[in-house]
């Protein structure tokens, strides 16, 4: 049976999966940085669950999960990096220390759950890691230039780590969601605390006051989790996996402009090569 592994889940998608999870029958870790919110989740399931206080940016908690998921079950098979939290903010008004923190819960905290697992994936020559993206890892908006960054960070890292760990046996999928009705633009959403009025029209609109998104977000956290369900069984998986019908209009509308600017510009750009004439 494999074990399942998920960061982020006392609520949102991340509590959604683990339950789907669970109800499918596997063994599964659920984490949250207080376990104590877990207890009704895993207490139907005593025998293939088991909750881990885990903070993903701190080392030792990174390291007391995984060897938890090993000592009880024998190992993680699928790891899913869905901890983080949101920041709006536009790139002037950002904290730094606030933008730090964002890095290390979206970024640096997903490497060190990656790093922590591959050794045992290695071994086994088997193993998937999702790491949960957004469409801001494929586009950003004023006002999410720093959430953006982290997500674009989390897709290059996973882009090159499937080319290195694909011919060891292990898949990389990268979860692309829309907007879901989470609490991620309630609890989940910090802000930079100063707002600069030139913005106003800019980034403002996406200050958290300003955002009258939260609970009427087209996706059903339930649905995708049985999706993401789907993909790990599948003998093939996606690289990247889009989750939403509004994830699908966007990143498509983005994708189709930049192949427009590229051809817009394709003879100035190959006008930069060396040429035997000049």
């Not at 596997?26 to 088991?50: C, D, K």
């Not at 591959?118 to 193993?127: H, I, V, Y």
């Not at 950003?140 to 960054?149: D, H, M, R, V």
Request: some cysteine; glycine content about 10%; aromatic content about 6%.
């Amino acid at each position: 049976m494999k074990t399942w592994l998920i960061t982020g889940c006392s609520s949102g998608l991340g509590r959604s999966l683990a339950q789907a999870v669970l109800e499918a029958g596997y063994n599964v870790v659920v984490t949250a940085r207080n376990p104590r919110v877990l207890e009704s989740l895993i207490s139907p399931f005593p025998q293939t669950s088991v909750a881990a206080t885990l903070d993903v940016t701190k080392a030792d908690q990174v390291a007391g999960a995984v060897k938890l998921a090993e000592q009880r079950f024998g190992g993680v098979d699928v790891l899913v990096n869905n901890a983080g939290h949101g920041y709006r903010g536009a790139v002037e008004e950002g904290d730094e220390k606030e933008v730090a923190d964002l890095f290390a819960a979206n970024f640096f905290g997903a490497v060190s759950l990656i790093k922590a697992v591959l050794p045992g994936m290695r071994a086994r020559r088997a193993g998937t890691i999702m790491n949960v993206s957004s469409i801001a890892g494929r586009l950003a908006l004023p006002g999410s230039a720093y959430y953006s960054a982290t997500k674009f960070a989390i897709e290059g890292m996973s882009d090159a780590l499937r080319k290195e760990v694909g011919p060891l046996g292990i898949r990389v999928v990268v979860v692309d969601p829309g907007a879901f009705r989470t609490d991620f633009a309630g609890r989940s959403l910090e802000q930079a605390k100063t707002a600069i009025a030139d913005y106003a029209d800019t980034a403002g609109p996406r200050r958290k006051e300003n955002d009258k998104t939260d609970g009427t977000q087209p996706g059903d956290p339930a649905r995708a989790a049985r999706v993401l369900i789907k993909v790990v069984e599948g003998n093939t998986a996606p690289f990247r996996i889009l989750l939403g019908s509004d994830a699908v209009r966007i990143v498509n509308a983005e994708l189709e402009a930049q192949r427009r600017e590229i051809e817009d510009w394709k003879e100035l750009s190959i006008s930069t090569d060396f040429s035997a004439g000049n």
